[in-house]
Structures are given as structure tokens and as C-alpha cells.
């Protein structure tokens, strides 16, 4: 039986992103937030939510670029310490101990002990209330040779990203994997009715 | 050392989602996503991004509503085909065997079985290349009676959410708890430079 908890903005899981930037005086900046995802396959487009009041709003909208990294599971505290902090009181890089690296394709820094950056070009600002929508096209994708697989691309079991879990406020650490993707539904059906692939 | 990958739209980990919508005839449908993500606290909106091409997009725009709904594990075999198979050619809820309900606030259906349903009015559909993304305003947050913790929200340990790997093309379990979220980074600083709080 379902219960109304009225209108909430809580999904599961959250991700975790730190959000870099170059702030009006050329300081490298970070904070976290867990309003983030992909909104686009191609051109590849990245999306983060960010309130008014915090100081990378403005540093987005003056230099029209950010940086997302995905941080792994033995960064939790420094992750937590971006998002509570504020770049306009203090050095998170220089507090934290980790390295601020510029960007090869936007003006905005990224973690350097992170083991993914995605470089992004500011492209929409919707403002939805307590929350400013930045869309971003993603004009360069890096990740640590340590954390790709076979193919390349970066393993999720290797990255060990944060999860959040809203209203929890807990982070969680991603478990086993489960199935394959467009794979296992294909056995799903009820007898005799085989779903198409589409 | 980071190695450039060049323009990829991945991000670690992304949620999974299921979109109920009603097509042009009446007909509950659903699909799966996985570019989706809390977009604002307040007023709550959530997006989901779909193609063009897909079953949902027109019925979306149609009745300028849908739902998200969040599954369970023990159901990843029934979001996989959602996302396999099409609402034009296919009645997915009873291929499946799932039950449709008619949502209290919007003019879409959500998935009885699944824990999580969000009724969401359509607010922006913002065409951004091969994915269009819907942001809906939150009217009402249903969740099952046995997924709820103490404080009456669910509790991500027993909703047992999908995790996506995107790139691997696969589903994952969450893992363990790690971390208090604004709480382990008070400590995180250097030696004397306590961080303060937001």
C-alpha cells in the first residue's frame, strides 16, 4: 500500500559531483552537489543543479564553464568537506590538500585525485526556484588510466563512486553487479510473448 | 595520469528510472531511463530525457504529465524489457504481468509493484540534441509502507534501487553505507583549518 508524502524531489540514487570552477578573482573552486546526471547522448550534454547563493552560481555563469569530477569512495570526507564549505571564505584546494588541474577545452578546473573530469561548455540556465538548471555540453571526457577497463572505458567497480541518498543525507558505495543491461529483460515476458528489441 | 577520451556523455553511477505516461489511445505505457536526476528542491522538479522517437515522448507532450518510478532489484528483469521494447507495438504491462495505476495529481500511471512513484506535471522540454529533456514539477511522492524508515522517507536500504553503469551497459545493486553526507567532511580539513559550515 503506497503512501502521499506530497510533493518531495527525492529519486534513488543520487550521484556525487564535484563541481569545479575559476571564481571571479581566477581562484580554483569546488563544491559538491547530488542534483547531477547525463541529459543528452549526443552532442553529450551533463546537467547540475546549483542554488543562487553558493559561489560557483556566479563563477558558471561569468566564465560559461564548469567542470563535473566523480570522486572515488576514499575521498568521501574531502567530497563531503567541498560541499559544506564556501570558496568565498576559503581555499577548499588548499584545505583539502588536493590539486587543482586547468581544463584543456573549458576555463575551469578539475581535481587532479579524482578519477574522473568531464570538461564542460555552459550551454542552458534554467532557473526552476531554489535551483538553477546548468546544462553543459561535455567538450572533453578524462579519466585515470587506473580505472578503465578492457574497453577503454572506465569500469564502474574501479571508479568506486559515491552514491547519496537523499533525505538520508548517508553516502553509499556502489554494490555487486546485478544483470546486463538491454540484455536481461529480454527473458522477462510472460510465456509466449517474447518481447522485440527495439 | 589522465588519459582524454574526447566528448562522452558518462557520469558514475546513473539511476534507473521508469516513465509511465498514457499514449494518444488511453493506453498506460512505460519505459526506462537512465539520464534522469532530482533537478530542483523547491519547488521539486525532477528530468528525464528521452529521444524523439520513443512511444513516451509524444504521449508526454500529449498529456503534459508523467510519473518516475523507482524499482527494486527483484523487478530488473521487467525494467530492462521496458527499455527493450515499444509502447507502440507492445502492451508492456500486461507483457509483464505489472499493474498500471492511475496517478492522483497527473494524467499518467505508475507501476503498483515498484516502492516509488512520483507524479510529475510537465514543466520545460528542452530539445538539446538526439534527447529531448522533460523537468517535471513533483505534485505528489508515493512510496510503499514497507520501504519507509523511522522518519517516514524511504529508506534506500530497503527500496534496494537499480544503479546504471553507463558505457559497461550494466545494472547495479547499491553497496554499503559509508558516510554521514554533511557530517564526515567536518574533519576532513588540514590541521588547523577547521572548514565551516554553509
Same mark, same amino acid.
Given at each position: 500500500?503506497?503512501?502521499?508524502?506530497?510533493?518531495?524531489? %527525492?529519486?534513488?540514487?543520487?550521484?556525487v559531483?564535484? =563541481?569545479?570552477?575559476?571564481? !571571479?578573482?581566477?581562484? !580554483?573552486?569546488?563544491?559538491?552537489?547530488?542534483?547531477?546526471? =547525463?541529459?543528452?547522448?549526443?552532442?553529450?550534454?551533463?546537467?547540475?543543479?546549483?542554488?543562487?547563493?553558493?559561489?560557483?552560481?556566479?563563477?558558471? =555563469?561569468?566564465?560559461?564553464?564548469? *567542470?563535473?569530477?566523480?570522486?572515488?569512495?576514499?575521498?568521501?570526507?574531502?567530497?563531503?568537506?567541498?560541499?559544506?564549505?564556501? #570558496?568565498?571564505?576559503?581555499?577548499?584546494?588548499?584545505?583539502?590538500?588536493?590539486?587543482?588541474?586547468?581544463?584543456?577545452?573549458?576555463?575551469?578546473?578539475y581535481? !587532479?585525485?579524482?578519477?574522473?573530469? %568531464?570538461?564542460?561548455?555552459?550551454?542552458?540556465?534554467i532557473? %526552476? #526556484?531554489?535551483? *538553477?538548471?546548468?546544462?553543459?555540453?561535455?567538450?572533453?571526457?578524462?579519466?585515470?588510466?587506473?580505472v578503465? #577497463?578492457?574497453?577503454?572505458?572506465?569500469?564502474?567497480?574501479?571508479?568506486?563512486?559515491?552514491?547519496?541518498?537523499?533525505?538520508?543525507?548517508?553516502?553509499?558505495? =556502489?554494490?555487486?553487479?546485478?544483470?546486463?543491461?538491454?540484455?536481461?529483460?529480454?527473458?522477462?515476458?510472460?510465456?509466449?510473448?517474447?518481447?522485440?528489441?527495439?
Amino acid at each position: 500500500m503506497k503512501r502521499s508524502l506530497g510533493p518531495r524531489a %527525492l529519486l534513488y540514487p543520487a550521484p556525487v559531483v564535484v =563541481v569545479g570552477t575559476y571564481d !571571479a578573482a581566477g581562484r !580554483a573552486n569546488v563544491m559538491t552537489a547530488a542534483w547531477a546526471g =547525463v541529459c543528452c547522448s549526443r552532442p553529450p550534454c551533463v546537467s547540475v543543479s546549483i542554488r543562487r547563493s553558493r559561489h560557483s552560481y556566479e563563477a558558471i =555563469v561569468r566564465r560559461q564553464a564548469f *567542470t563535473l569530477c566523480v570522486a572515488s569512495t576514499e575521498h568521501v570526507a574531502q567530497v563531503d568537506y567541498f560541499g559544506l564549505a564556501s #570558496g568565498a571564505s576559503e581555499d577548499k584546494f588548499a584545505t583539502s590538500g588536493l590539486t587543482p588541474v586547468r581544463a584543456d577545452t573549458v576555463d575551469a578546473p578539475y581535481v !587532479a585525485e579524482f578519477p574522473i573530469a %568531464l570538461e564542460c561548455r555552459l550551454r542552458e540556465a534554467i532557473d %526552476l #526556484g531554489v535551483h *538553477t538548471q546548468f546544462i553543459g555540453e561535455v567538450l572533453d571526457f578524462k579519466a585515470d588510466e587506473s580505472v578503465l #577497463g578492457p574497453a577503454g572505458l572506465p569500469d564502474i567497480e574501479k571508479v568506486r563512486p559515491l552514491l547519496y541518498a537523499p533525505g538520508q543525507e548517508t553516502y553509499y558505495e =556502489v554494490g555487486p553487479a546485478l544483470a546486463r543491461a538491454l540484455g536481461v529483460g529480454k527473458g522477462s515476458c510472460a510465456p509466449g510473448n517474447a518481447p522485440t528489441t527495439r
